[in-house]
């Protein structure tokens, strides 16, 4: 029988999936110090992670029973990739499993930015039944999302999935791929009607100039953020931005002086640097609304997850 940690968690989708063809999997979570030593005590052949578990080249080296490394989710920068692969083990992921529940988290965050619930929210629990026209008078400039640019960074999958619900809110597209010269979106209505768009990207600097606000979806570029004061420093004053994306895509400390400065209205965090220890300045800012890490983290996109892996490690054994 073939043994499958995951040690991070699965979907009882998946579960139920690789139990029903005979695997033996396991969910208790190991601490990463003594994860090497229960690999290998436990003969696990398939290793499955999401964000919390790292899988290094030294882990891959001490591990020679190990076939299969699995990542739950799109981007893979805790796991040393090219060297697992070179080592002759298989690399999984889910790449789409997640897009549509980060694409909704999105205009979570930008509905919130718009009618200030990330600071009403803050407030009303405080003050609502003694300043309650205070406040009152304090959020009534909202705006609406409708005839607004969204710039998108990153036009793949999740961008994709982003300039959909854009589009059916009335909102215009712009969007910025290094990879991607145009792609064609299809919208699928309740009673099945389709509608089709073919959106050609622009570069960098045209969607920070023109957009209201702004959604990124790229992976981390080394060190470096893709937006830092000079970018923000191209953008419309008192536009927004929101980071669904990695921890490092966004200069912080730019992007708090900006809005400091009303340089921006405001911004969406779903991921910061120094996770899971992010700056409590940031953190604390008015103008700022937060997640810890949740684009993934809906029930239907975690049984997609469960059940791709769960399908995936299938297909390896059995071909």
Known sequence: MINVLANDGISQAGIDTLKT?????????????????????????????????????????????LKIIGRGGVGMDNIDVDYAREKGLKVINTPTASSAS????????????????????????????THFKGL????????????????????????????????????????????IDEANITLEFFNGDKKSFTIETESLKAVLKNSDFITLHIPKDGG???????????????????????????????????????????????????????????????????TPHIGAATLEAQDRIGTELAEQICAYFNK
């Open 21 to 65: 063809n005979g695997f033996n999997i396991v969910t208790e979570k190991i601490a990463q110090k003594d994860l090497i030593d229960k690999i290998n005590t436990e003969n696990y052949q398939v290793l499955l992670v999401r964000s919390a578990t790292t899988v290094r080249k030294d882990l891959i080296d001490a591990c020679p029973k």
């Open 102 to 129: 980060v694409a909704e988290l999105v205009f979570a965050h930008l509905f919130g930015m718009v009618r200030f619930l990330y600071a009403s929210n803050r407030e009303m629990p405080m003050e609502g039944d």
């Open 136 to 179: 009152k008078k304090s959020f009534a400039r909202g705006r609406e999302l409708a005839g607004k640019t969204l710039g998108i960074i990153g036009f793949g999958r999740i961008g994709q999935e982003v300039a959909k619900r854009a589009i059916g809110l009335g909102m215009k597209i712009i969007a910025h791929d290094k990879f």
């Open 224 to 290: 470096k953020a893709i937006i830092g004061a000079e970018e923000i420093g191209m953008m419309k004053t008192g536009a927004g931005i929101i980071n669904a994306a990695r921890g490092g895509v966004i200069d912080e400390t730019a992007l708090m002086f900006a809005l400091d400065k009303e340089k921006l209205a405001y911004a969406g965090l779903d991921v910061f640097d120094n996770e899971p220890n992010p700056s409590i300045h940031l953190l604390m800012h008015g103008a700022v609304s937060l």
